[in-house]
């Protein structure tokens, strides 16, 4: 690996981390692209390669990580919509239902017990929902106490 692909590798990271950590925030692939120093098409080429989705991608899959951890804390779809930084509740569900399934409202409609009964740490890796991974059934969504995660 050149020392060039290393500092790729770098700007890359710096704008991955400001997407999880302002994902409640108007973000564009623009605007991401310039905290990697990179324009928007090699930044999304870059980050694609580097992380398997691309920039947009990731951003929607935070937003709706975190969408899902509200979700189960009791918050309306609509007030979970808007405070991931969504601007538009009927492509919010539609992502929501592509990401993980099942649309938001039967998904805050359901038990989370096994959840709330793990350490945090294990209920974010648990619940993250991931692009293209076969779905369980609704009912057996959740790890319930005992079984393997």
């Known amino acids: 690996m050149t020392p060039e692909d290393l500092a790729d590798l770098a700007h890359l990271r710096r704008a991955r981390d400001l997407i999880d950590r302002e ?9 991401i692209a310039r905290r990697a120093l990179m324009s928007p098409a090699h930044f999304s080429r870059r980050f694609k390669a580097a992380y398997g989705e691309t920039p947009y ?3 929607m899959t ?3 990580e975190r969408a899902m951890a509200m979700l189960r804390a009791g918050t309306s779809v609509t007030d979970a919509c808007f405070a991931v930084g969504c601007t538009s509740l009927g492509s919010f569900s ?35 929902p991931a692009r293209g991974e076969a779905r ?10 005992g079984s393997a995660a």
Not at 23 to 31: G, K, Y
Request: net charge positive; charged share 25%.
């Open 57 to 59: 991608s990731y951003l």
């Open 62 to 64: 935070r937003r709706i």
């Open 23 to 31: 994902f409640a925030r108007p973000l564009d692939v623009p605007t």
């Open 94 to 128: 539609s992502r929501f239902s592509e990401i993980t399934g099942e649309t938001p409202t039967a998904y805050r409609a359901r038990t989370h017990e096994a959840v709330v009964a793990m350490p945090a740490c294990v209920a974010k890796v648990t619940t993250r």
């Open 136 to 145: 369980p059934s609704s009912r057996n969504r959740e790890a319930t106490p």
